[in-house]
């Protein structure tokens, strides 16, 4: 996987499709509301909020979670746990689903959603993992600097 200019890892974007939906004037109101409040296009709210509840729909335990960063990432309805946490514990158990569960604090059926979301998305969930575990050597390599300037 190739990398944007910041380091992260680049995620392929979809080419756009033109097409024509009829929404009630409600709809259009709230999306327009809501765009305002999120500073996106109405146009990117709406694709986005597509995406997000297709994938709901699908995934009825997954739900989108803002990160500390802001981005909005799949995590486990109900839980402050992202998919990618669930995954990197579910191998670090080698794969035991009910000691990754005992681990989380969740119940088998958690896991294996989130196991079931990761097998459809597995791209994207391996790429957020890279970025959070970027994200977490480039603070504790911050926090080894600011020790050594302490003494």
Known sequence: ??????????????????????????????????????????????????????????????????????????????????????IDTLRREDGDVAAAADYLGLSEAMVRAAVDYYADFTEEIDAYRAEEHAFAERERERSDRARRVLG
């Open 1 to 86: 996987m190739t990398a944007n200019e910041d380091g992260r890892p680049a995620q392929a974007t979809p080419a756009s499709v033109q097409r024509s939906f009829r929404l009630s004037a409600r709809t259009l109101d709230l999306l327009g509301e809501r765009a305002a409040e999120t500073s996106e296009s109405r146009n990117a709210l709406a694709e986005r909020l597509l995406d997000e509840g297709l994938r709901i729909d699908r995934h009825p335990l997954i739900r989108f979670r803002a990160s500390g960063a802001g981005l909005r990432r799949p995590a486990l309805v109900g839980t402050r746990v992202y998919i990618w946490q669930v």
